[in-house]
């Protein structure tokens, strides 16, 4: 997925020269190529995050669209007043590519675990968050990202995710794609737990549930009709995300259905990791496993809440 | 501790011609109208913006979007009375906006803002911004060869933050001669002087190390600021840093070198009459 959006942004930048690659310190090589071709346009300009943001502000007030790219935690954590203050307040069209969105360098540890990245990126106005799942669909994400007026927060997971997108369903910012019909239970997920719900919707399927799958690649603009749907046609609406239970995807589909719904609200069941910081190493997998993210406990997760669900339980929660 | 120059002594005693003392009226008849306003901050830096806005930057009020325009960002965005001041003066908005300044439907908030400001290139306030906006503007203008040039006046209170740093390096490794940082050196931020509250001696060895061709100038000195000003860049292939020596709510004795005016509520019967002695009535 990584090397995938790189990719776009030397496609981007040769069809439009509007569009900059600003790194602080990317591994050795990223977008060699396009170092070569556009070399005034592939910038390195090191470990100063909170300068790299005011610099692709000022770079975006005259006309160009900087992409800016750099490890999810240091792109939103070390620089968020600039990214608020220079980008959201100015609503200048600078991408941030955040490599290692939610787990994906577990072995490096908490510094490195953005888990509360989407909370503080979609709190910001004028802030558009997008999760893809898969390289196909940041390829496509990527080509949606050109004339988007306004900053946008793009998470990306690790590379190698099993690609379950399809290039039918498009991609069009802000509208969440129906990959499953609802059912029993609708689960909406973005980034990759989409490859987990398929894979738990499978396994429900074999018991005799019918799981839909929303997936909400873009978590702000959060799609509500799309989602009001989806609603109106199941007993128990699930989330999953690879994020800490505020702040995320659950919770703005929380407030998005108190908002509209109001006391008609559907049985719900968020499933997060949990409000700490992972003290676990080990693999991205390895981790969302241990926090009963993994298709089985997901799928087991569902069940049980269904039946709870049957005894008039409103809202429910577990992470 | 902080070293003795001729300009900061030339600062403190050199006197100000009825331009400046208009535009210091102009400065506290707002604070006098919002009952509040960052006073002393704005006073220290009022040559340095009438030079700007008078006699160096290329712009034009009736077209203040123009994409050749000199660009100028007020990174200490507490010194905006100074700006509004200038700006309302040479004719981007009505002067009488500047008696609104805070009000609820006013142009002109307690820090400037772009758009709502005509003449305001970025908003600031929080401080440590301005620096990386203006390398930004500046590699632009390389990058789409145009000849317009870039301001940045920076507080130095305000280059206690790190931001300031990483930026002066960018410009250096891009070799930004089109940008100019202008540091308002009064030596006292908020709670008192520079000197006790982070120490940023030796100011123009710093910059100096980190690539920038420095001047040295009383900032008070509109003969002075001038001449400097119009011989940017000194180095070619580099960008400029310009310690204005000046001092903190100049031309008003009350307030001179006194932290208590950093920011000022409402003004008593007895300082508006030290004002009027000082600037003249208002």
């Given amino acids: 997925m990584r090397n995938t959006a790189m990719n776009m942004v030397h496609k981007l930048a040769a069809r439009d020269e509007r569009v900059l690659y ?13 170092s070569k071709e556009f070399p005034k346009r592939h910038l390195i300009e090191g470990i100063s995050e909170a300068h790299i943001i005011g610099m692709s502000a000022g770079l975006a007030m005259e006309g160009f669209v900087p992409y800016v790219n750099t490890i999810a935690t240091f792109l939103t954590r070390r620089c968020y007043e600039q990214v608020a203050v220079d980008l959201c307040l100015h609503n200048l069209p600078v991408r941030l590519i955040a490599n290692g969105g939610g787990l994906v360098y577990a072995p490096l540890g908490p510094t490195h675990q953005a888990i509360e990245d989407i909370a503080i990126m979609r709190a910001l106005p004028n802030m558009t968050v997008i999760c893809p799942c898969d390289a196909d669909e940041a390829a496509r994400m990527m080509e949606q990202t050109l004339d988007w007026k306004g900053p946008i927060y793009i998470r990306l997971g690790k590379g190698g995710d099993a690609v379950v ?31 987990r719900a398929l894979a738990a919707a499978d396994l429900l399927a074999a018991q005799g549930i019918r799981a839909g799958i929303l997936h909400m690649h873009t978590v702000k603009p959060l799609d509500t009709e799309a989602l009001l749907q989806a609603v109106r046609a199941t007993r128990l609406l699930v989330t999953l995300e690879e994020h800490v239970p505020s702040g995320g995807l659950g919770s703005a589909v929380a407030e998005t259905l108190i908002d509209k719904l109001g006391s008609g609200l559907p049985a719900m069941l968020r499933l997060s990791l949990p409000d700490r910081f ?14 009963g993210l993994s298709a089985n406990a997901i799928a087991t997760s569902i069940e049980h809440a269904l039946v709870a669900s049957r005894t008039a339980s409103p809202q429910l929660h577990s992470t | 501790m902080i070293q003795t120059s001729p300009h ?4 403190l005693t050199c006197t100000l011609d009825e331009r400046s003392l208009y535009l210091r009226r102009l400065v506290l008849g707002s604070v006098r109208s919002a009952g509040r306003g960052h006073v002393g901050p704005a006073l220290s830096l009022i040559e340095m913006v009438r030079v700007l806005y008078d006699d160096v930057l290329r712009i034009d009020p009736k077209n203040p979007r123009d994409p050749n325009r000199d660009r100028a960002i007020l990174s200490k965005g507490h010194g905006c009375l100074a700006l509004y001041a200038l700006l309302a003066d040479r004719g981007f908005f009505p002067l009488s906006e500047l008696d609104g300044f805070c009000g609820p439907d006013s142009i002109l908030g307690g820090h400037p803002e772009y758009g709502m400001v005509p003449g305001v290139e970025a908003s600031t306030g929080a401080l440590g911004h301005g620096l990386s906006i203006g390398v930004g503007l500046a590699l632009a203008a390389r990058m789409r060869e145009r000849s317009y040039r870039t301001f940045v006046l920076l507080g130095d209170g305000e280059i206690n933050e790190g931001s300031v740093w990483e930026a002066a390096m960018g410009a250096a490794k891009h070799g930004l001669d089109n940008l100019v940082a202008l540091i308002d050196y009064n030596k006292l931020q908020s709670y008192g002087p520079t000197d006790y509250v982070l120490p940023l001696e030796p100011l123009a060895d710093k910059w100096r190390s980190f690539g920038f061709a420095v001047q040295e100038v009383n900032g008070h000195d509109v003969g002075a600021l001038r001449t400097v000003l119009k011989q940017v860049p000194p180095v070619a292939g580099k960008p400029t ?17 006194n932290a208590d005016w950093h920011h000022k509520n409402k003004l008593s019967d007895s300082e508006l009459d030290a004002i009027r002695v000082a600037v003249g009535d208002f």
């Fill in chain 1, 278 to 291: 992972m003290h676990n190493y080990g693999s991205q997998d390895s981790l969302l496993k241990k926090h």
């Fill in chain 1, 22 to 34: 600003i790194g602080s310190d990317p591994g050795a090589g990223t977008l060699r190529n396009m």
């Fill in chain 2, 241 to 257: 840093a310009i310690i204005c020596h000046t001092v903190k709510g100049k031309g008003l004795p009350a307030a001179e070198s």
């Fill in chain 1, 165 to 195: 997108s399809k290039a039918e369903h498009g991609f069009e910012i802000g509208k969440a794609i129906l990959m499953r019909p609802p059912g029993d239970v609708v689960m909406v997920t973005t980034g990759i737990m989409l490859q």
């Fill in chain 2, 8 to 11: 900061a002594e030339a600062a």
